[in-house]
């Protein structure tokens, strides 16, 4: 592993790659405190997926507090890293993934807006977890409109709400003041 590399994963995606694909650590520190509130493991064998799972990181701290993790995303760049540390990788968009596995936690941040379809999605989302399974979420507020060359989309605070409509809201919060984390229980 190359020495640690500190950056904004979200701003240059394709850089963060090239540095995990070298072998180096990169650490987003706006987007890790997204996955340290995942509770740990409930028991021996809890499963997780991490969709659209980018450089790896909060898949790896999923496996840290005791689940046994896959993880997807159409950039390949983190699947060396991530297969060292026992974590299954699929080099698929959210669109192409399918398992047979159903999973007792799921997280999607940050990965709703990447998508033309997420309410499709969510509705695979739906699929994929156990009864009683649990969402972790986070979406971009970003007016209505964004200016990243990766979204498809932006969305509104009421968008947003409304694409997890008939989930059951356990938890929120607010990440750097436009970031929208919402806990939820399977329908």
Request: a negative charge; proline letters at 6%.
């Amino acid at each position: 592993m190359g020495p640690w590399v500190e950056r904004n994963v979200w701003n240059d995606i394709p850089t963060a790659i090239a540095l995990r694909m070298q072998g180096h650590l990169v650490v987003d520190w706006q987007a890790i405190d997204r996955y340290l509130t995942v509770p740990a493991a409930p028991h021996p064998g809890a499963r997780a997926l991490d969709c659209c799972t980018g450089v790896g990181q909060g898949a790896f701290i999923l496996g840290l507090k005791g689940y046994v993790v896959d993880a997807f995303d159409k950039w390949g760049g983190s699947a060396a890293f991530l297969e060292e540390n026992g974590i299954r990788f699929y080099h698929q968009a959210f669109e192409e993934f399918t398992t047979p596995s159903q999973y007792d936690l799921i997280c999607a941040c940050e990965c709703l807006e990447h998508v033309a379809s997420p309410v499709q999605c969510l509705a695979r989302i739906d699929k994929w977890l156990t009864p009683g399974g649990l969402l972790r979420a986070t979406i971009p507020i970003e007016g209505g409109h964004t200016d990243n060359p990766y979204h498809v989309r932006g969305y509104t605070e009421v968008e947003a709400r409304a694409l997890f409509a008939g989930w059951k809201i356990t938890a929120e919060e607010w990440y750097q003041n436009y970031i929208l984390g919402l806990w939820l229980r399977r329908p």
